[in-house]
C-alpha cells in the first residue's frame, strides 16, 4: 500500500506557476511509477504526466508538453508537478498516482491516488 497526499494547489492568474507536491508513505515509493492527473468540472479525468521510478524517463500529454515538469526525490519520498505559463482550461482538481507498471497514461493502470489538490487558474 501507498498513501498519497498532494499540495499546493490554489488561485493563480493566467501566465502564473504552481507547483504541486505529492508526498508519499507506506511501501518504498521508490518502487512506483508516479503519474499526475486532473479532472476539471464536467469532465472525464485525463493523464497530465509522469515519471518513472528513478526519474530517468517522463511522458507528457500534449496540452502540457513545454509548461509543466514532473520531479521525484525518492529520498523524501516526494514527487512534483512544476505548472509553468498557466491557461484558465489548466483549471482542476489534480490527483498524484502511483502505480508499478511503466509510464503509463491511464488512470486505469495506476492503483494508489491521492485527494486531490485544486488548481485555478483565472484569466
Known amino acids: 500500500q501507498v498513501q498519497l497526499v498532494e499540495s499546493g494547489g490554489g488561485l493563480v492568474q493566467a501566465g502564473g506557476s504552481l507547483r504541486l507536491s505529492c508526498a508519499a508513505s507506506g511501501r518504498t515509493f521508490s518502487s512506483y511509477t508516479m503519474g499526475w492527473f486532473r479532472q476539471a468540472p464536467g469532465k472525464e479525468r485525463e493523464f497530465v504526466a509522469t515519471?518513472?521510478?528513478?526519474?530517468?524517463?517522463?511522458y507528457y500529454a500534449d496540452s502540457v508538453k513545454g509548461r509543466f515538469t514532473i520531479s521525484r526525490d525518492n529520498a523524501k519520498s516526494t514527487g512534483y508537478l512544476q505548472m509553468n505559463s498557466l491557461k484558465p482550461e489548466d483549471t482542476a482538481v489534480y490527483y498524484c498516482?502511483?502505480?508499478?507498471?511503466?509510464?503509463?497514461?491511464?488512470?486505469?493502470?495506476?492503483?494508489?491516488w491521492g485527494q486531490g489538490t485544486q488548481v485555478t487558474v483565472s484569466s
Open positions: 515519471i518513472s521510478w528513478r526519474g530517468g524517463s517522463t
Open positions: 498516482a502511483a502505480d508499478l507498471g511503466y509510464l503509463g497514461s491511464s488512470s486505469n493502470e495506476y492503483d494508489y
